[in-house]
């Protein structure tokens, strides 16, 4: 494992993972504190207008199903509780640290795409609420952003494959770069203090086989982005998106055990909703 991550920064070399916003650092210590108090944590947002205004909106949006608006970053933080606020700071939070031109908004906006998604099936699994789901959907592919970030040309055609080739895409990228995306991802995920399951989730999300994979959680958590991945896939490419992304959503569907029915649902759902911009 070490020497994996060993190469995986030697790929980035000159690159600089993101640091985490103040906002997050302050709120992760207000959570851990031994009595976290809401207001503080409401007044800790609303210090970025940047920040709060893509928390409200995503509150607010398809992606949290709230059955009532929140008005207010106080509102929302006593409806969805501390820990749900935070992982939706978080998701905030990165989409914010990467440019929105080219091959930097493609990788975004399919990130946001999958995370949509994977709220969504977070209903039919029980280990995962969906704000984890979408928060772990929007960093599954940061190690690609970072790829991106170190040579936007060498890397576009790479992450095109992925949309494909789901599972020979890591062979591809390791001849290129002597790693993957998916660990880059972990570098990006461990220095954002993501939780063990996230991101062991993050580097195995290109497994041909979810039963390979022995904690519960982690595996559920694979299956999603399999499921995610297979859905944003088929919406871009329709017919073209090849037998290996069949086979890579069939593996997460025979895991989670989800219906053809609710997958349509999603898909529907998908193209019937804007919130990327």
Known sequence: MQDKLRKAMEAIRGI???ELPEEVLL?????KSKFANIVTVAEIIEKNTTLSG???RLVNSRVMNLKTPCNSIRDAVNVLG???IYHLVVASAIKNLFSQK????????HSVDVAFCMADISEWVAEVTRDEAYMLGLFHNAGALLLASKNEERYAPLFSNSMSLPISIIAKEEKTYDTNHAMVGVLVAKKWRLPVDMINAIMLHHNESCSRISNDRV???????KIANAIVSEISLGAYRGDEMRRYEKDGV?????PSEAIKEIRTALMSYNFKD
């Open 102 to 109: 080219g091959l930097f908004k493609d990788i975004m906006d």
């Open 254 to 258: 025979q895991e989670l055990l989800i």
């Open 27 to 31: 709120l992760e210590k207000e959570l």
């Open 82 to 84: 501390l820990d749900n």
């Open 16 to 18: 600089k993972i993101p």
């Open 54 to 56: 893509e928390l409200m």
């Open 219 to 225: 595996r559920a958590m694979v299956a999603m982005i």
